[in-house]
C-alpha cells in the first residue's frame, strides 16, 4: 500500500469552476499534510499545509483534512488556465523528518 | 517563502565522470535537507535525508557510494553523483525543511529549482 495516493487524472474544468484535489494517506500517525503546485519541467512550490482537521482558507485555495477518513483535498475557486500543473499531497511523519508525497494529479482548466 | 537555490539547474556530462550539485537554504538554516530525483511524469522519489553534521540517511535501492552526499554547514548539502551512466539522467531536486513548529518555522518543505542531469 503506497504512503499517499492521489488520483493520477487529468482533473479537466472549464476556467472559473472550482477544482477538487483528493488524497489519502495510509498512516495515522501522519503529522501535517502539505499541496503543493509542479508546473512541467519545474520544482514543486507549496500551496499550502494543513494541521488540524477541518478547513483551511487561503485566498482561492481550501485544504480540508479528515483524520478520521485519512483524507485530504484541495480546493480551487475560480480556477484559471495558469492553474493548470500537476498538484502534489505530500504528508509528513517521524516529527517532520519524512515526507511522502502521493504521485500527484495533473488538472488542466480550460479557457 | 523561505528560498532554496539549487545549481546546477542544467548538465550535460559524458558517462563515467562525476557531477556535483549543490543546494542552500538562502534565508534560514536547515539542519535537515532532503534529496530527490524526479523521472518524467512520475512522482518525487526520495533519495536521501541529509543531516548537517552527521551521515546521510539513504532509502533503500539508492546507492550510498554512487550518490554522495555531504551536508557539512546549516545552509549547504550536496550530492554527488559519481562516476554517472545514462540511466542516471534525472531531475534531481533538493529541498530543505524550515524548523519546526515553535521553533520559528512551521516545517514546511522548501524546494530547490531542480538541476536536470542529462549523461551521454
Known amino acids: 500500500q503506497k504512503e499517499v495516493e492521489q488520483n493520477s487524472g487529468p482533473l479537466s474544468v472549464p476556467e472559473g469552476a472550482i477544482a477538487s484535489l483528493n488524497c489519502t494517506y495510509s498512516?495515522?500517525?501522519?503529522?501535517?499534510f502539505f499541496w503543493y503546485r509542479q508546473y512541467s519541467g519545474k520544482s514543486p512550490e507549496l500551496i499550502m499545509f494543513i494541521y488540524s482537521n477541518g478547513d483551511k482558507e487561503d485566498g482561492r485555495f481550501t485544504a480540508q483534512l479528515n483524520k478520521a477518513s485519512q483524507y485530504v483535498s484541495l480546493l480551487i475557486r475560480d480556477s484559471q488556465p495558469s492553474d493548470s500543473a500537476t498538484y502534489l499531497c505530500?504528508?509528513?511523519?517521524?516529527?517532520?523528518?519524512?515526507?511522502?508525497f502521493g504521485s500527484g494529479t495533473k488538472l488542466n482548466v480550460k479557457p | 517563502g523561505a528560498v532554496v537555490s539549487q545549481h546546477p539547474s542544467w548538465v550535460i556530462c559524458k558517462s563515467g565522470t562525476s557531477v556535483k550539485i549543490e543546494c542552500r537554504s538562502l534565508d534560514f538554516q536547515a539542519t535537515t535537507m532532503f534529496w530527490y530525483r524526479q523521472f518524467p511524469k512520475q512522482s518525487l522519489m526520495l533519495m536521501a535525508t541529509s543531516n548537517e553534521g552527521s551521515k546521510a540517511t539513504y532509502e533503500q535501492g539508492v546507492e550510498k557510494d554512487k550518490f554522495l552526499i555531504n551536508h557539512a554547514s546549516l545552509t549547504l548539502s550536496t550530492l554527488t553523483v559519481t562516476s554517472a551512466h545514462p540511466e542516471d539522467s534525472s531531475f534531481y531536486i533538493c529541498?530543505?525543511?524550515?524548523?519546526?513548529?515553535?521553533?520559528?518555522?512551521?516545517?514546511?518543505?522548501?524546494f530547490g529549482e531542480g538541476s536536470r542531469l542529462t549523461v551521454l
Open positions: 529541498s530543505a525543511r524550515q524548523g519546526l513548529a515553535g521553533a520559528g518555522g512551521t516545517g514546511e518543505l522548501f
Open positions: 498512516d495515522r500517525g501522519s503529522q501535517s
Open positions: 505530500a504528508v509528513a511523519r517521524y516529527n517532520f523528518n519524512k515526507f511522502y
